[in-house]
């Protein structure tokens, strides 16, 4: 237990009327009562006190979304037959921002009371709550005792779909320019046979059905769809490039949303999708297809981080190739540099001989901003050209990997999402493969 601010004022004031009994002996007797009134009603409050039992029950949600407000509501119950004043703060996680705490309420004898307080979350994975911090005082407020209530809790943060959801909505209606993405596909075309239908005008002279012609008296279309049952895998990069902080969102976290996004409209065309990362954080999720391996897909992503290990492709192709057993478009998504030579380019030219390579280079804000500066003075110009060089040397690198049989997509973080949908539907519409 200790002291209130009251307390400390009250000692303080009897420390300086003891000077009273010293000038006048006659009022020591006096000076004596009111200290020992003062010690009892110490003791009575601290026995007050010790009797005091409190509960509390916290309710939260299981998931919440990646920068979002989510409601935390703490019910405290006083067991006991005395009125309390209680402050509470609940132990959330330190990165954790929330408002209206500490709180305080007064609890009767026997009585309950609800406290509601909101949080959000600056970090995906799984928030863990410990405690519930109070510190109780009675009625009378000389003494304060802090009490610690155990209430262990999880909460898992996934990334924020939100923005998924509506380009999901969007890649069904036709408003797909909108959010940037391009869809090229033409009716009637693709490399997986439909049906049979009448001809109309648009349909190629090479989609004619001559027999069906013959058989029907009319023009007769063979209608195909694009290829279903194929292979998505993604290889993700963890390392510490992308750890990188943009304007909203972190290189990784641009990455995880991209890669559900465009997860989710694989699983909509029928494909199956899974993913391994490298550097520094290896998992694997099997290629599947259907609601389960959407949700198997973000239970491994959720509280995926960047780490402070470099990346090694090598390593990293090596694996992926014992784990594919059939041929699939592998989105690799990294942030490649200069300095990693042709490590990088030879080990996707490795995979490009079985499977399709789709390479999402992201590219650097701070390059970008080199580039785009003036240059208004000799050493603004220096760190132009040095950047200039790095550029080009960059594009060397992308042009090298384009002839050895792989796609590329030189994107800034911000726009990954709409780039790698419209190019995933173009490859569909080419039945690349």
């Given at each position: 237990?200790?002291?209130?601010?009251?307390?400390?004022?009250?000692?303080?004031?009897?420390?300086?009327l003891?000077?009273?009994?010293?000038?006048?002996?006659?009022?020591?007797?006096?000076?004596?009562?009111?200290?020992?009134?003062?010690?009892?009603?110490?003791?009575?409050?601290?026995?007050?006190?010790?009797?005091?039992?409190?509960d509390?029950?916290?309710?939260?949600?299981?998931?919440?979304?990646?920068?979002?407000?989510?409601?935390?509501?703490?019910?405290?119950?006083?067991?006991?037959?005395?009125?309390?004043?209680?402050?509470?703060?609940?132990?959330?996680?330190?990165?954790?921002?929330?408002?209206?705490?500490p709180?305080?309420?007064?609890?009767?004898?026997?009585?309950?009371?609800?406290l509601?307080?909101?949080?959000?979350?600056?970090?995906?994975?799984v928030?863990?709550?410990?405690?519930?911090?109070?510190?109780?005082?009675t009625?009378?407020?000389?003494?304060?005792?802090?009490?610690q209530?155990?209430?262990?809790?999880?909460?898992?943060?996934y990334?924020?779909?939100?923005?998924?959801?509506?380009?999901?909505?969007?890649?069904?209606?036709?408003s797909?320019?909108?959010?940037?993405?391009?869809?090229?596909t033409?009716?009637?075309?693709?490399?997986?046979?439909?049906?049979?239908r009448e001809?109309?005008?648009?349909?190629?002279?090479?989609?004619?059905?001559?027999?069906?012609?013959?058989?029907?008296?009319?023009?007769?279309?063979?209608?195909?769809?694009?290829?279903?049952?194929q292979?998505?895998?993604?290889?993700?990069?963890?390392?510490?490039?992308?750890?990188?902080?943009?304007?909203?969102?972190?290189?990784?976290?641009?990455?995880?949303?991209a890669v559900?996004?465009?997860?989710?409209?694989?699983?909509?065309?029928?494909d199956?999708?899974?993913?391994?990362?490298?550097?520094?954080?290896?998992?694997?999720?099997?290629?599947?297809?259907?609601?389960?391996?959407?949700?198997?897909?973000?239970?491994?992503?959720?509280?995926?981080?960047?780490?402070?290990?470099?990346p090694?492709?090598?390593?990293?192709?090596?694996?992926?190739q014992?784990?594919?057993?059939?041929?699939?478009?592998?989105?690799?998504?990294?942030?490649?540099?200069?300095?990693?030579?042709?490590?990088?380019?030879?080990?996707?030219?490795?995979?490009?001989?079985?499977?399709?390579?789709?390479?999402?280079?992201?590219q650097e804000?701070?390059?970008?901003?080199?580039?785009?500066?003036?240059?208004?003075k000799?050493?603004?110009?220096?760190?132009?050209?040095?950047?200039?060089?790095?550029?080009?040397?960059?594009?060397?690198?992308?042009?090298?990997?384009?002839?050895?049989?792989a796609?590329?997509?030189?994107?800034?973080?911000?726009?990954?999402?709409?780039?790698?949908?419209?190019?995933?539907?173009?490859?569909k519409?080419?039945?690349v493969?």
């Amino acid at each position: 237990m200790t002291p209130t601010n009251r307390t400390v004022a009250a000692l303080c004031a009897l420390a300086l009327l003891s000077v009273i009994p010293a000038l006048y002996p006659w009022v020591w007797p006096l000076w004596v009562a009111i200290s020992g009134a003062f010690i009892m009603w110490l003791a009575i409050d601290a026995w007050q006190l010790s009797k005091v039992s409190v509960d509390v029950e916290r309710q939260n949600p299981k998931i919440i979304a990646h920068q979002q407000t989510a409601p935390i509501t703490l019910t405290l119950f006083n067991r006991s037959e005395q009125i309390v004043n209680l402050q509470v703060h609940d132990g959330h996680p330190a990165h954790c921002v929330v408002d209206q705490q500490p709180v305080n309420t007064l609890l009767g004898p026997q009585s309950q009371a609800t406290l509601h307080y909101t949080l959000r979350s600056g970090q995906r994975g799984v928030l863990d709550f410990e405690v519930v911090h109070c510190r109780i005082q009675t009625r009378v407020g000389w003494l304060r005792k802090p009490l610690q209530l155990t209430k262990p809790a999880k909460i898992k943060v996934y990334p924020n779909f939100k923005t998924n959801r509506l380009y999901g909505y969007l890649l069904s209606s036709s408003s797909l320019h909108a959010v940037g993405i391009k869809r090229k596909t033409q009716q009637g075309e693709g490399s997986d046979f439909r049906q049979l239908r009448e001809f109309r005008d648009g349909d190629a002279l090479r989609q004619v059905d001559w027999k069906a012609t013959s058989r029907a008296r009319k023009l007769i279309s063979r209608e195909f769809q694009q290829e279903r049952d194929q292979q998505i895998v993604f290889l993700l990069d963890c390392s510490q490039r992308m750890r990188h902080q943009g304007a909203d969102a972190s290189h990784m976290d641009n990455s995880l949303n991209a890669v559900m996004l465009l997860a989710q409209v694989a699983l909509k065309q029928g494909d199956s999708t899974g993913l391994m990362t490298f550097g520094g954080e290896e998992r694997w999720v099997p290629p599947g297809k259907g609601a389960a391996a959407s949700n198997q897909l973000i239970d491994g992503l959720f509280d995926l981080q960047a780490t402070q290990a470099m990346p090694d492709y090598d390593a990293a192709v090596e694996n992926l190739q014992r784990r594919l057993t059939r041929r699939a478009l592998v989105i690799i998504v990294t942030q490649s540099r200069n300095e990693d030579g042709e490590s990088a380019t030879n080990a996707f030219r490795r995979l490009s001989k079985k499977h399709v390579v789709l390479i999402a280079d992201l590219q650097e804000s701070d390059l970008r901003q080199a580039l785009s500066a003036e240059t208004s003075k000799i050493n603004d110009a220096v760190q132009w050209f040095s950047a200039q060089s790095y550029q080009q040397e960059r594009q060397r690198r992308h042009s090298l990997a384009r002839a050895n049989g792989a796609l590329l997509l030189d994107v800034a973080p911000e726009q990954l999402s709409a780039a790698l949908v419209t190019e995933y539907l173009d490859i569909k519409n080419r039945a690349v493969l």
